[in-house]
């Protein structure tokens, strides 16, 4: 246990001489109360526990630090949902384009291997910047949702400080501060926010039961199983590109009937890249499951459940929708398939 908190003494809180309106500690010997004029001391006990409380440790700061950066990063969710599609859109779209042109005739059936591999090439950047958008919006939106959980409750009047998020203490907040620290209750206040911002934290839920340094560190952890989820996806899907270009560039697989074997290859490929849309309407990172990451770390010999609305495609994979709409993307890549084989015998 760390002596130095626990020996710290118990702070009534700062009231003026003269009206008994609530003051925020300064640093300084005294202050005016704003209300009624009247100058109130200052203790010495209250400026050693402010001096105290603004002295963030060194991971406090770069915990702030990292939300701050955070925050200042602005992802439209048009882009983020504009991203996420592209891959499967530009999937469906290829196949069905060359589909729909050899059946009209415009292309010979016979040039469609030729003309696939266009197709199949121009996922892979697709793939990383739906990847890249995913990963930076899963960050931005766990920032928020801290910012939200660790905001400092509104200031009551214009022009008057912020309060502590947990005992309603005001806050001394110095221009350049990020996180106050209460000298009541030792809670971590985020008062960088936006007004619109803190409009909203109005009807916010409750207030986090852990530091900023922890939902940070559990954001990072988070942000960290999602990349290898996300990044991996796009490595899988690099590689399954693989054999649908032998059957464009082979002859002997585009003209035999084992070559349809590779529409297994492509069903699974159309899976990887439908997740990507699915992704983009999942909930965001909450404050409960940084809040569970955060238990389960701290309790590693207590298995936790998930918690529910966690990214990735174990919560969903049961979902008929994963299955369906790849499999009639792979019947047009058939379609495509049967139509060359026939071309050529």
Same mark, same amino acid.
């Given at each position: 246990m760390n002596t130095s908190i626990t020996s710290r003494?118990?702070?009534e809180p700062l009231l003026c001489v003269n009206c008994n309106a609530p003051l925020v500690v300064v640093d300084a010997p005294s202050l005016v109360c704003r209300f009624c004029g009247a100058s109130n001391v200052v203790p010495q006990v209250d400026r050693d526990e402010l001096r105290l409380t603004r002295d963030l440790d060194s991971t406090t700061r770069k915990a702030a630090e990292q939300w701050l950066r955070l925050a200042r990063i602005k992802v439209p969710r048009w882009w983020f949902v504009s991203a996420a599609i592209a891959p499967f859109v530009l999937l469906t779209s290829g196949l069905l384009i060359l589909l729909t042109a050899a059946l009209l005739q415009v292309v010979s059936s016979?040039?469609?291997?030729? =003309?696939?591999?266009y197709v199949w090439l121009i996922l892979i950047p697709a793939q990383l910047l739906a990847a890249n958008v995913a990963m930076k919006n899963i960050l931005v939106?766990?920032?928020t949702n801290v910012g939200v959980a660790f905001a400092a409750r509104p200031p009551s009047a214009p022009g008057e400080p912020p309060h502590c998020r947990q005992c309603g203490a005001q806050l001394s907040v110095r221009p350049d501060d990020v996180v106050v620290r209460c000298i009541y209750c030792e809670a971590e206040s985020i008062v960088q926010l936006d007004q619109a911002a803190m409009e909203n934290l109005r009807t916010r839920a409750a207030s986090a039961q852990s530091s900023l340094a922890e939902a940070m560190s559990a954001l990072t952890k988070h942000a960290k199983v999602a990349s290898v989820e996300t990044r991996g996806r796009t490595y899988v899907i690099a590689g399954l590109l693989v054999l649908p270009l032998f059957w464009s560039f082979v002859e002997s697989w585009n003209s035999s009937y084992w070559g349809l074997l590779v529409? =297994?290859?492509v069903f699974v490929l159309a899976m990887c890249v439908f997740w990507s849309i699915r992704e983009a309407f999942l909930p965001p990172v909450t404050t409960e499951e940084l809040e569970a990451i955060i238990g389960s770390s701290k309790e590693q010999?207590?298995?936790k459940a998930r918690a529910p609305g966690t990214r990735g495609w174990y919560d969903n994979s049961s979902d008929r929708v994963n299955y369906i709409v790849p499999a009639l993307v792979t019947l047009?890549?058939?379609a495509i398939q049967i139509m060359v084989l026939r071309a050529k015998r």
């Open positions: 003494p118990t702070l016979e040039a469609l291997p030729t =003309l696939l591999p939106s766990g920032a529409a =297994l290859d010999d207590k298995p047009i890549f058939v």
